[in-house]
């Protein structure tokens, strides 16, 4: 009897609930137990397991959220922690972990592999910043959700006849804030890859209005720099235990600028965990599910310190190592869309 443990880490997005039905669903199928690890690497640290098994996870993977609950806890922070979820791997009686999560989820799980814990790994993150993989969970349900939240404020913006400065996730990739810009028609889009000329941004916004477009809508990533700076800005100097602060606010500095260079009336909205919150959509359920029966698929094969990934429409696996080996930013050939709808 193969036991396998899984665990969400890192920020909740949604999608989550369909891995763990796939690992799950598929684990049946090849008569393994399933334990879900609850709080992610705190969980782990301290034991706090449960038996999943089918009727556990009935009808969760339209459920947004983890239903094993997530934390920021990070095993490899030091040494002792290190050996003690090495320890409670082996006293759970684990032969596998799956960890789903993004680069410091993965990164954590590549250490535990490197102490001889078989590990699986799934990526996870709405930034979609992850390079191995075309998409991470979670990324469209999120660009759906800022599409919807650009669709509203066109018609409060045009109403008002103010600029409307939108804030999005992503710390060091414009993924979301690009796909998202560009459905919900965002007349500017600012990303973490381009630099941001605030005059530039002003001149549009005057031109826009002088051509009898008296309002415009700007989507700005939270990694974008300060112009005047060059440094984020961050809601605190606190940081988790990855050593990530936590971003929030530039969208307001953009606000005072813009305000004072054009004249006009500008407001500003951060969007924040919004982005995270709801149901997944079709596309994420499906490959949520996908991905959870992939990964117990390479259980079966005894291919562990892989994780699986998207390519094209195909699930495939790739060494962890690539998956945490840097960042997927947007590529320099798709920064022309940034000002796709400024006429």
């Known amino acids: 009897m193969i036991r396998i443990g899984v665990l969400t880490g890192g920020g909740d997005c949604p999608g989550l609930n369909a891995v763990i039905y796939g ?11 399933v ?7 705190k969980g782990l640290l301290s034991g706090k397991v449960r ?3 089918k009727e556990d996870v009935k009808d969760i993977y339209w459920l947004g959220g ?15 922690e290190l050996r003690t979820a090495v320890e409670n791997v082996k006293k759970l009686g684990l032969d596998v972990l799956i960890t789903i999560g993004g680069d410091d989820t993965l990164g954590a799980a590549r250490k535990l592999y490197e102490r001889g814990v078989p590990v699986i790994g799934v990526p996870k993150t709405i930034d979609n910043d992850l390079p191995g993989t075309d998409y991470s969970i979670g990324f469209w349900t999120s660009v759906q959700t800022i599409t919807d939240a650009l669709d509203k404020l066109h018609t409060t913006a045009r109403s008002h006849k103010r600029v409307m400065i939108v804030e999005i996730m992503g710390r060091y990739a414009g993924w979301l804030t690009l796909m998202g810009g560009l459905a919900g028609g965002a007349h500017i889009i600012l990303i973490p890859e381009k630099p941001v000329d605030i005059d530039e941004v002003c001149r549009i916004v005057k031109e826009r ?3 009898g477009e008296p309002y415009s809508l700007i989507a700005v990533a939270e990694g974008v720099t300060i112009p005047t700076t060059g440094d984020l800005v961050a809601v605190s100097a606190e940081k988790d235990e990855f050593g990530h602060v936590r971003l929030g606010g530039v969208s307001k500095i953009l606000e ?3 305000s004072k260079k054009t004249g006009m009336e500008v407001r500003s909205v951060i969007l924040g965990h919004l982005q995270r919150g709801g149901i997944p959509s079709a596309y994420d359920r499906v490959l949520g599910i996908r991905l959870g029966c992939k990964a117990v698929d390479l ?3 005894g291919k562990f310190g892989y994780a699986v990934v998207v390519k094209g429409i195909e699930i495939e696996s790739v060494k962890i190592d690539e998956i945490v080996s840097g960042l997927r930013r947007v590529p320099e050939e798709l920064h022309e869309y940034t000002n796709i709808f400024t006429l």
């Open 23 to 33: 690992v799950v669903v598929r684990a049946c199928q090849y008569g393994f137990e």
């Open 35 to 41: 334990w879900g690890i609850e709080d992610g690497y």
């Open 51 to 53: 038996r999943l098994r």
């Open 66 to 80: 983890t239903v094993l609950g997530t934390s920021r806890k990070n095993p490899a922070k030091s040494e002792d």
């Open 209 to 211: 209005k002088e051509r």
């Open 256 to 258: 005072e600028e813009i």
């Open 299 to 301: 259980v079966k094969e």
